[in-house]
């Protein structure tokens, strides 16, 4: 079926609409980051850069490090974003734009967030590595999709017990790729918000409508493990990227303790040693 220039939008030059690329210009693994100026952080350590495209706060670097094609690419912040940029990246491999349907061979890319993140237990040190083995979305992006889970009853009960007006959906990551940061790295079940204060439990001027949530979250048991930081994309990255046959992994330095109400003293350099670790694992 052809899908029409009004749903997948195309340049002349035959580029995805947003990210400004052709094709071409992305590898099949590929680093995602929120902030735009991270990308050039990463990118600092490739042997050679390829492309260079600037869209808005979609920035992509491509280039290679060790004989292996890296893209890294910023999403800007939330789950809104990660949907747009997934959607793309997973066009620019599995459609054919010329002809505007879907190849008959499906591509899977191997993609790695690196963020920061806010953890909610006490034990877990500050400037720690974490991989989320599973992710909590506690917004409504999942709503639009039709969507088969396997944790459906836990969704359910989270909506419950959190008073949502809608049901909160639970996503993993890629086992292969978390199976390569499951020696360090803390692991455990990552909440994704849409917002930075009150989703995220934060009363800064105006009353929050469930005061007890952040609570209710790190005392709760999932079917994945326990609920370990909040963030603002990965539960949309590991569900996107399942529907879309996608191997997506996200990896957070944990920059603030909720639980002890402590700040790192030096997440730069935490973010640093994370941007390290993880291309010396995947190169």
């Not at 580029?15 to 050039?40: C, F, K, S």
């Not at 836990?154 to 008073?163: A, P, T």
């Not at 997440?267 to 670790?277: C, P, S």
Request: glycine letters at 6%.
């Amino acid at each position: 079926m052809r899908i029409p220039e009004s749903e997948l939008i195309i340049s002349p030059e035959g580029r995805i609409y947003h990210l400004n690329l052709h094709p071409e210009m992305i590898a099949q693994t590929i680093i995602v980051v929120g902030d735009p100026e991270r990308v050039p952080k990463i990118s600092a350590y490739f042997d050679k850069i390829h492309f260079q495209v600037n869209s808005r706060e979609l920035v992509t670097h491509t280039g290679e490090i060790g004989g292996k094609e890296i893209s890294v690419v910023s999403s800007g912040m939330g789950t809104d974003n990660v949907e747009l940029l997934i959607t793309e990246l997973d066009a620019l491999v599995n459609i054919d734009f010329e002809t505007r349907t879907i190849k008959n061979e499906h591509t899977s890319l191997d993609i790695y967030r690196i963020g920061t993140s806010g953890c909610m237990q006490e034990d877990i040190p500050l400037d720690a590595f974490l991989a989320s083995k599973g992710a909590i979305g506690l917004d409504s992006l999942m709503e639009f999709y039709e969507r088969d889970s396997e944790f459906e009853e836990f969704e359910s009960r989270l909506k419950n017990e959190l008073g949502f007006n809608f049901k909160p959906y639970v996503s993993k990551p890629s086992e292969r790729l978390l199976a390569k940061f499951d020696d360090t790295f803390y692991q455990g079940v990552t909440v994704t918000s849409p917002g930075f204060y009150a989703p995220q439990g934060r009363a800064v001027r105006l009353p929050l409508s469930n005061p007890k949530m952040v609570d209710q979250l790190a005392a709760m048991e999932t079917p994945l493990g326990r609920v370990t930081n909040f963030e603002m994309e990965t539960a949309a990255y590991y569900a996107l990227c399942s529907m879309l046959g996608h191997n997506m992994l996200s990896l957070n330095v944990l920059i603030a303790n909720r639980a002890r109400q402590e700040f790192s003293k030096n997440h730069e350099g935490a973010v640093e040693g994370l941007i390290k670790e993880t291309l010396n694992r995947i190169v």
